[in-house]
T-cell receptor, first 117, second 110 residues
């Protein structure tokens, strides 16, 4: 299978500060990367779609100025949570898609657990 | 109607038995279908993909797709306690974006 890494795996920050999360596809070039958020005992929620060299597409209700996404290369996307607040505490997961025949397969990173105090 | 529907469970299956997980989808244009396994506190892991009607087997896992009935299932043979997890059904309509079901929580009873 394909390998996707995320860094850091856990982060604790103070309210009002910013946190950057990196997502890398290690053994393939991703056509697209996605950012998800998951609260305890809830489903994955797609936040945004990220393509290399273009602006991210945000899902309805996700503030683009708060969740900054940069997709610098075919193997790296970053999510910056700006001016974090306790309600931003969540499990953030990225994924990367790889073309498999005539379709795409999406592989997830291990996730980043963010706690805002 | 939700785009992808799954029974949330919990589904309890004795160790060694066959676990059967079901999923229906609403959009007939759906092209690709996936099963992910998610352990508590971890990210989803892709375990099966299927694109054509019929069965696809990989080890103890068999995915079944019936496009006419808009139905996709996952069978796990010889269930093990380590199979206890939430199983997410997901479909792709036309672009690369996945639409997930809410997941079925599976518990294998030793």
């Amino acid at each position: 299978g394909a390998v996707v890494s995320q860094h850091p795996s856990r982060v604790i920050c103070k309210s009002g500060t910013s946190v950057k999360i990196e997502c890398r596809s290690l053994d393939f070039q991703a056509t697209t990367m996605f950012w998800y958020r998951q609260f305890p005992k809830q489903s994955l929620m797609l936040m945004a779609t990220s393509n290399e060299g273009s602006k991210a597409t945000y899902e309805q209700g996700v503030e683009k100025d708060k969740f900054l996404i940069n997709h610098a290369s075919l193997t790296l996307s970053t999510l910056t949570v700006t001016s974090a607040h306790p309600e931003d505490s969540s499990f953030y997961i990225c994924s990367a898609t790889r073309l498999a025949g005539a379709t795409y397969e999406q592989y997830f990173g291990p996730g980043t657990r963010l706690t805002v105090t | 109607q939700k785009e992808v529907e799954q029974n949330s469970g919990p589904l309890s299956v004795p160790e060694g038995a066959i676990a059967s997980l079901n999923c229906t989808y609403s959009d007939r244009g759906s092209q690709s279908f996936f099963w992910y396994r998610q352990y508590s506190g971890k990210s989803p892991e892709l375990i099966m993909s299927i694109y054509s009607n019929g069965d696809k087997e990989d080890g103890r896992f068999t995915a079944q797709l019936n496009k006419a009935s808009q139905y996709v299932s996952l069978l796990i043979r010889d269930s093990q306690p380590s199979d206890s997890a939430t199983y997410l059904c997901a479909v792709i309509l036309g672009n690369e974006k996945l639409t997930f079901g809410t997941g079925t929580r599976l518990t294998i009873i030793p």
